[in-house]
């Protein structure tokens, strides 16, 4: 039984010579996106700033945003939000937080259901204080940091420090980029947010680790051929099995994104920049072709009496 191959076994792209383009290139977008972060800001949500939300439904029609928007204004509860999202029934109100801790809160919640009346139906109300919302966010930085430091030890004893180094420079360059997208696009930051980020983390480590292991194995079998051909034979003995997990991984999140409802809208968005864009993009492009800046090298364990291999040996 011969099995599927979305890519011919005797594909010889050359990825290498892209090194030139992907670095400036990335290294240009990374600036940027730092740029972004510092100035521009996220969006936190209300984990992370503390506030109201509230999630309502209109039951004579289509929500009427700016009367909506009127009446909530005319409360005086200081900054007021309102998004309409999924069908045009539903809108969801952002609370700025209320001086006087969770009793303000709770009167705040009272003034909006009063000013509202029974012209919409409430589906969900959250409160959350400037307390918890300072300690998810301190908390939610420090996993991610946390994460980080034990992927970097993991590598580091499971491959050499070259390749731990250069897997932790993509991972950080997928965190940093995906970061500018979050900015750029002021999606909701909030604890899915962290929960995309370490996703995304943790899936491009498993990509870049699959393509780092059969260029260690193609280290040991290939001792005169030059780093660029071997990492360019190392990438593209593993690209089907790129295509078909990014491809699925694609699908899945696609489907999410668009039925999936808000809930879930900036942990899918995330997720389709971090995994589907950069993801990808980083570990051929970025992880493979950043070993030759890092001294990794055939030359080095070849002995000086080992003739030349054969560049047809079968992979």
Known sequence: MRLLRIVPDDTKFDFMRFRRISFPVSAVLSILAIFLYFHHGLNFGIDFVGGTLMEVQSKSGPANLAQMRATLNSLELGDVQLQQFG?????????????????????????????????VEYRRVEVVGPRV??????????????AILGILIYLWFRFEWQFALGAMIANVHDLVLTIGFMSITQIDFDLTSIAALLTILGYSLNDTVVIYDRIREMLRRYKRMTTAELLNISVNSTLSR?????????????????????AIHSFTATMMFGVVLVGTYTSIFIAAPILIYLGVSTSRNAPKDEPKDNLKEKR
């Open 87 to 119: 069908a045009p029934t539903d809108v969801l109100l952002r609370l700025a937080q209320q001086p006087g801790g969770d009793a303000a809160q709770q009167v705040a919640v009272a003034k909006v259901r009063h000013a509202l009346g029974d012209s």
């Open 133 to 146: 919302s300072t300690e998810l966010l301190a908390m939610g930085t420090l996993g991610l940091v946390m």
């Open 242 to 262: 790129s295509v078909i997990t990014h491809v699925t991984v694609t699908l899945a999140l696609l489907s999410l994104l668009l039925f999936g409802g808000k």
